[in-house]
């Protein structure tokens, strides 16, 4: 069974319907998300509900920590929407709901590990695949294997930080995803970094005895200069990366209607920055 991997929603509830629609429609069943529900964007409260609805497991952002504990290290425009995206979140007037949604970032996981099989990543708690089934370990953070919640793997990296990159490899067995830079591609321990628009049809096929690092990019703030919400498909022998168009526009101005968040936090979502 594949599995739909989302991440970096950042609050943008337009890019995540429109993936949500998207993976239904592939009629995909498991989704998992690499953290960053909140975070920026104008729609905390219906993205935490959505993805709570929708994914069998989640991950903690370090905008998703900063809601919950404090936005340490955060640019003035970051810190003045985390404290926001708080407001939010205190302001719902069920207490059910409101304690729910803080159950929800509270119990985020920080680093989660299953099995990848023959159909898909499932849970590593699940039997035992059949006898010269090919079993590969799959790792999940939301940053990097060294620092899960926080440590940024860049493109650029491959070129100019292999220490850094071997450093990250010896805490990987076989395969990892991650999000955090909103930037979608996949490194390789040689090292090399590849985006999908070098891969033939979008799609990475897994080769014996490589490691690799997938980034599935950002639903609600993609970072390389392609506006189109992203999202990554994990099949039993490939990973395929998918772009989906949404309603920039209709994110962009409830940004702006919102005099807590900063003009540039919409602006910046028509050019894919």
């Not at 970032?105 to 039997?127: I, Q």
């Not at 590969?136 to 850094?164: Q, T």
């Not at 014996?208 to 950002?218: A, F, P, Q, R």
């Amino acid at each position: 069974m594949p599995t739909a991997v989302i991440s970096d929603i950042h609050a943008n509830a337009s890019a995540l319907r429109a993936v949500l629609a998207d993976i239904d429609a592939r009629k995909i069943t498991r989704i998992v998300c690499l953290g960053d529900t909140v975070g920026y964007g104008p729609d905390p409260l219906e993205c935490v509900d959505l993805v709570r609805e929708r994914c069998v497991w989640t991950l903690m952002g370090n905008h998703d920590y900063g809601v919950l504990y404090e936005p340490t290290n955060f640019n003035p425009g970051a810190e003045s929407a985390a404290f926001w995206t708080r407001e939010q979140f205190d302001r719902e007037p069920d207490e059910k709901k409101r304690a729910a949604r803080y159950e929800f970032l509270n119990r985020l996981r920080v680093r989660v590990v299953e099995k990848f099989g023959p159909d898909g990543p499932e849970p590593a708690a699940n039997p035992a695949p059949e006898p010269g089934a090919a079993v590969m370990p799959l790792l999940a953070v939301h940053g990097s294997p060294r620092r899960p919640i926080n440590e940024y793997i860049f493109p650029d990296d491959a070129v100019n930080a292999a220490d850094k990159l071997e450093s990250i490899f010896d805490r990987v067995q076989r395969v990892c995803i991650v999000g955090h830079t909103h930037v979608p591609g996949v490194f390789t321990d040689e090292p090399d970094f590849y985006p999908p628009t070098e891969l033939g049809d979008s799609k990475f096929t897994f080769q014996e005895g490589e490691k690799v690092v997938i980034n599935v990019g950002s639903v609600g703030q993609p970072r390389d200069f392609d506006p189109r919400a992203s999202y990554v498909i994990l099949h039993g022998t490939h990973a395929q990366f998918i772009r989906i168009p949404y309603n920039v526009d209709e994110t962009a101005q409830k940004i702006k209607a919102i005099p807590q968040l900063a003009d540039w936090l919409g602006d910046r979502l028509y050019e894919g920055r």
